[in-house]
């Protein structure tokens, strides 16, 4: 093995049993396996999807230590390594490995691989001072990126980034995003920047001069205004990105769409949505759900957030205080990040 110098253990914050709360553990060290390298953490996002993991909504192992949203040095790598040495900055996403094997996999998709390792998830994550990652779903980082807003875009900012390069849409048709949070400040400069016509759509006037900063071209208050006919006005949106959980909210938008318009789902929502199969044939509508991406799709977004200034709106926590970030999660303006050398 080769590594720079690590500790005999370290400290990380897991779930212990369903339902519970974050508890400090000690890990110990463990060299990394083939196909593994260590990273010791310097960022790791506060998600949304983390509260799978007391949920149990996934078959978990505890205790789990939770966190796919993960910035690190690489500190140790097994003798046969050949893609990562030490001293790289790489990062790991929700997207946490692929057996290589399956049908999804044979055709290079390998976000839908059949046998998939989710960070945080299905393995440990980034609520740690270091964190194993595999290194074919590792992400390679630049070094002038700011590594705590980065660490956001290898899950909000792949969402949004990756599905939206993926619709039928073309610039300078409309793309409408649904909700300011997390994933919609980070939607609004995604779409501006890619050409779009951008439109944002909440539910007060409180972000409106935000939204207008972030990107948009038009901002529509659904306390003073239908805003599925307000984007009529504007000839329909080819795509609304949902980024808000809201299942009666969301399916109010479908007739905001444009012909062949997609309402593209992306939030978190569990609740279901009512849509009648009449209102979508006359205008060849489409809904449709997206997930991540993997490596190669979080490097494609990591360049473009480079190359035109995306930025993430961060709240800082010290790791000591990863159950007040992970209670922070729905709540802060826009994204909570672990920083374990946070002093």
Known sequence: MTSSNHPESYTAYAFTEKGGELSRITVPWKDPKDGQVVVKVIACGVCG???QVPKAIYPIQ?????GHEIIGDVVAIPPNET?????????????????????????GDYITCENAAINGISMDGGYAEYATLRTEAAVRVPKDMDPYEAAPLLCAGITVFNSLRHM???????VAVQGIGGLGHIALQIARRMGFRT????????????????GAHEYID?????????LQKLGGAKVIMCTAPNAKVIEGLLPGLAVDGTLLLLALEDAPITISPLSMLGKRL??????????????????????HDVGVMVSKFPLDKAQEAYEHRASARFRVVIVPDLP
């Open 286 to 307: 489409s809904i449709r759900g997206w997930v991540c991406g993997h490596a190669v799709d979080s490097e494609d977004m990591l360049q473009f957030a480079r190359d």
């Open 199 to 214: 439109v944002a759509l909440s539910s007060s006037g409180s972000k409106k001069a935000l939204a207008h900063e972030l």
């Open 168 to 174: 039928n849409v073309t610039p300078p048709e409309v």
């Open 83 to 107: 893609k990562w040495k030490v001293g790289d900055r790489i990062g790991g996403g929700w997207h946490g490995g692929h057996c290589h094997e399956c049908a999804r996999c044979r055709v």
């Open 222 to 230: 659904s306390s003073k205004a239908d805003q599925a006919e307000e």
């Open 62 to 66: 505890y205790p789990r230590i939770p």
């Open 49 to 51: 999807s983390d509260e």
